[in-house]
């Protein structure tokens, strides 16, 4: 499989390693990764030989949310255009979560804004002791729309609540107590407890497996079209008021927002 910003390997195993790889903009999701990320679900999900997938990004981080071009691109868009934009990261992040194989977080850095989405619709999650993690978006105007489900369904509403609207940066420790990271583990360590994760799905039927999956997720809170269209209806509303324009224009002129204080 060959993608633009996005890099597979699978072993003999059946064991895929899929890798954000745009290092040199600490792996942000652009329109084209959230095409490609959408395929590759696609394609993982239906290749009989993969049995299971690790999630993790190259270079020192693993997700620090939205690339600065594609944000602003939305600045400029008008709403149904943004709609749209919102519209392939949700589909995204849906193909993700109900991939038909164990998916499992390796996350070697920071993870920020749709970084913690990325988390968040994985099966487990281990990190290294040294990353950083926020939902940062409310210090641009803007709100964790999309993501939201996810997080919820991870976190919980109690816990989410904790750092959902702060725009807080924590740290691993606080992450795992979070339930947004399982195992938090040294950089030396990551890639044995990645393979302890792993490991056991390798002696389970592969059918059994995905068919688990999809019943804890039925169980589990509902994501439905609905909610997913409203996330994005409220990221629209969200994206047209003044505070948006404010923060979002504060941003890319280096500068506090207006509301800041202190």
Known sequence: MSFATISIAADDRGVATLTLDRPEKHNALSAMMISDLTDAAGRLGADPEIRAVILTGAGTSFCAGGDLGWMREQF?????????EARKLAMMLKALNELPKPLIGRV?????????GMMSICDTVVAVDTAKFGLTEVKLGLIPATISPYVLARMGEAKARRVFMSARVFGSVE???LDLVAKVVSAEDLDAAVEREVRPYLGAAPAAVAASKALARSLGPAITPDIIEDTIRRLADVWETPEAREGISAFFEKRKPTWVVG
């Open 175 to 177: 992450a795992n107590a």
């Open 76 to 84: 400029e868009a008008d709403r149904q255009a943004r709609m749209a």
């Open 108 to 116: 070697q850095g920071q993870a920020f804004g749709g970084g913690i």
